[in-house]
């Protein structure tokens, strides 16, 4: 993505000119351009991830694109950057059956959907209370999406779903069709949306590396002017 490559160096170019000549606010070890960019990354990937799921039609109440802010944390001389969901968010449990897909149990008419190496596969034919439930949320959603929906070409996949649901046949209830919907879901399963490994492809790329390598070469920069100014000023700032 050398659009974020060129943005990211916008942030460390503007971050490194805030701190004008004072060269003693961080200590020696400290990373502060590399941290910066690092969160700067971890939100990008937020928002790819996003996309990609608004290309699969797979948002659904807006908890999975619910993501936590990004995180880094610092061991030692390693860098940790924290993504996903808060633990309360229901998606902290069902993302991974969206990513990865979940395999039908088969049966008459079973149209099974394209699911690649998931190790998840629904064992019974018969949708719980809860499923049938969020679906009809889902459903709910979908048509208030659509009344407030001005756009009428070029629909990602989410908004081609919303405006058929908008069709709905009036003499069908919103709970007939999320039951008939968990039932063929359960016979035919989950496609694969891969969702977070696109979004790891697009956003931490050769770019990614070699920004976050530019990123830690100016922290040294910035280390040794912090030196250099404190031997000049008897360890005091100007």
Request: hydrophobic fraction near 35%; charged fraction near 25%.
């Amino acid at each position: 993505m050398s659009e974020a490559k060129a943005q990211a160096k916008a942030i460390a170019d503007g971050f490194l000119a805030s701190l004008g000549e004072k060269y003693d606010v961080y200590t020696i070890g400290e990373y502060p351009t590399f941290e910066q960019l690092m969160l700067y990354y971890g939100a990008l990937f937020n928002q790819v991830a996003t996309e990609e799921l608004e290309k699969a039609g797979a948002v659904a109440t807006g908890a999975i694109t619910e993501f936590l802010s990004p995180k880094v944390t610092k061991f030692g001389t390693n860098y940790e950057m924290v993504l996903g969901y808060d633990k309360k968010n229901p998606a902290a449990v069902y993302y991974r059956f969206v990513d990865k897909g979940v395999k039908g149990v088969g049966g008459l008419n079973a149209t099974p959907k394209n699911v690649l190496n998931s190790p998840y596969k629904f064992r019974s034919p018969y949708p719980n209370e809860q499923m049938i439930k969020s679906l009809e949320e889902w459903y709910k959603l979908g048509k208030v999406k659509v009344r407030t929906e001005s756009q009428k070409t070029k629909l990602s996949a989410s908004q081609t779903k919303n405006k058929k649901i908008s069709q709905i046949p009036q003499r069908l209830t919103l709970r007939d069709v999320a039951t008939m919907t968990a039932f063929a879901i359960k016979r035919d399963g989950l496609r694969t949306t891969d969702f977070i490994g696109k979004a790891k492809a697009r956003v931490f790329d050769k770019d990614f590396y070699e920004t976050m390598t530019l990123a830690f070469a100016r922290d040294v920069d910035l280390q040794v002017k912090q030196m250099v100014n404190k031997t000049n000023n008897n360890g005091y700032n100007n």
